[in-house]
């Protein structure tokens, strides 16, 4: 068997889903850092946000130029490309919704027991994104979260990688409407809501709305996909 095959093999191959009590322990485990270590959870949900941007950037045709990561756990995905339209529009609102359905997209994943090819594509997604980095902080940022996630997916049992992919899915689901809500209260003429209402003419507010309704959706999606594990045991 060459590299490729095994390689291939392992990446389709299932793994056994956790207990019960170990998901839903993981999944109080993402609250607990959804709320007690939000700067660092939040880098994880800008890295999300910002890969959003950019890859809808790239489907609708944009010059995807870069990406920036700040200490400030705030973000910038830069494109070229026409100023309106919709993959402008497109590209603007792929941001706050991206964590939510990366994470709702794991949930699948896990529901079907791919542990190890959703920590793949993980590593994989950070790995393109590592290529577009424009800045030093975002580089350390990116290959510390490339490094982590890849060695993990590799090196862990089967059983740990389980563990490893509900913890970092409960944690996207869970942390992703907390950046709405900052938006919401905060504002400002430079965010992704204000962008779209001066692109489109549909008010800040209606767009930030969306975006909490959206990131709620894929919360209570994901939480219907993993409960049958949950709760049926």
Do not use: K
């Not at 940022?141 to 490094?147: H, P, R, Y």
């Not at 990688?161 to 907390?178: D, E, G, H, I, M």
């Not at 430079?190 to 489109?200: H, K």
């Not at 549909?202 to 949950?230: D, E, S």
């Amino acid at each position: 068997m060459n590299l490729w095959q095994h390689l291939w093999q392992r990446a389709l191959a299932e793994q056994p889903v956790p207990a019960a009590s170990t998901v839903a322990i993981l999944g109080l485990v993402a609250l607990a850092l959804v709320i007690a270590v939000w700067p660092a959870t939040r880098m994880g949900v800008t890295i999300a946000h910002e890969g959003g941007h950019a890859l809808v950037a790239v489907l609708t045709g944009r010059r995807l130029t870069g990406i920036r990561l700040h200490s400030d756990t705030s973000g910038l995905t830069l494109s070229r490309g026409r100023p309106h339209g919709p993959g402008m529009v497109a590209t603007l609102a792929s941001g706050y919704p991206a964590p939510g359905l990366l994470g709702f997209g794991a949930a699948w994943l896990l529901a079907a027991g791919h542990a190890v090819a959703m920590l793949w594509l993980l590593t994989l997604a950070l790995a393109l994104m590592l290529l577009m980095i424009r800045n030093f902080y975002g580089l350390l940022v990116m290959v510390v979260a490339l490094l982590g996630v890849g060695a993990a997916s590799w090196y862990l049992a089967p059983l740990h990688q389980s563990w490893l992919a509900y913890l970092v899915t409960w944690t996207l689901l869970l942390s992703a409407p907390r950046p709405v809500f900052e938006l919401a209260t905060r504002g400002g003429r430079t965010s992704d809501s204000a962008q779209l209402a001066r692109t489109t003419g549909i008010p800040t507010p209606v767009w930030t709305f969306l975006f909490g309704v959206l990131t709620v959706a894929c919360l209570v999606g994901g939480v219907a996909v993993l409960a049958p594990g949950v709760l049926g045991r």
